[in-house]
């Protein structure tokens, strides 16, 4: 079985900070990774995936994230945190070996930036 | 082009009632995910279906829940005689391809049920 943890329920930065999500992941297979961010009120909307190939994956909004297998970790960060970036952060696994997997969802972590 | 589109936003039924949530997938899409969100449990899958067909349903309580995704027109989510613990955030997602290859999935806004 896959899955996903998300060990911060929220993180809290400074505006112009660095900032870092972090996230662990399980599969039996290759991983593949996503994170999403949510507004209030909103859907989720993708911000960037790895599947394979380079470990720092680049994505929307300036955001990037680190695949580490040996730590079985998706981190996200940010080099300068804005006010906006403030949101529900999801990050997301599927096993991609095979056939057929759904996508296992972390319980999100607030991600919190203070002016 | 547009996005994920559900219906309605905000939905409130009273105990015993049915409650009917309507997802549009994006032009292009054949592959609809259904989600369920509560506070302090995350993003919980419910099912995946393609054109006329379920292709998992894994998360779906086995009574009073069902989905479909009819030839023509938006994929339903129905839960029958609703009781209060199904108030909850309930989200659409889409795909141009199952999850058998690498896209990511686009979101709805989601129907936020409420039982009374």
């Known amino acids: 079985a896959q899955s996903v943890a998300q060990p911060e329920d929220q993180v809290n930065v400074a505006e112009g900070n660095p900032l870092t999500v972090k996230c662990t992941y399980s599969v039996s297979g290759n991983p593949y990774l996503f994170w999403y961010v949510q507004y209030p009120n909103r859907g989720l909307q993708f911000l960037l995936k790895y599947i394979t190939g380079d470990n720092l994956v680049k994505g929307s909004y300036g955001f990037e994230a680190e695949f580490n297998k040996s730590q079985t970790s998706f981190h996200l960060k940010k080099p300068s945190a804005l006010v906006s970036d403030s949101a529900l952060y999801f990050c997301a696994v599927r096993d991609g070996t095979g056939g057929y997997q759904k996508v296992t969802f972390g319980i999100g972590t607030k991600l919190q930036v203070i002016p | 082009n547009a996005g994920v589109m559900q219906n309605p936003r905000h939905l409130v039924r009273r105990r015993g009632q049915e409650a009917r949530l309507r997802c549009s997938p994006m032009k292009g899409h054949s592959h609809v995910y259904w989600y369920r969100q509560l506070p302090e449990e995350g993003l919980k899958f419910m099912v995946y279906l393609q054109k006329e067909n379920i292709i998992d349903e894994s998360g779906m309580p086995k009574e009073r829940f069902s989905a479909e995704f009819p030839k023509e027109g938006p994929s339903i989510l129905r839960i029958q005689q609703v009781v209060r613990g199904d108030s909850a955030a309930y989200f659409c997602?889409?795909?141009?391809?199952?999850?058998?290859?690498?896209?990511?999935?686009?979101f709805g806004p989601g129907t936020r049920l409420t039982v009374t």
């Open positions: 997602a889409s795909s141009p391809m199952g999850t058998a290859v690498t896209y990511e999935q686009y």
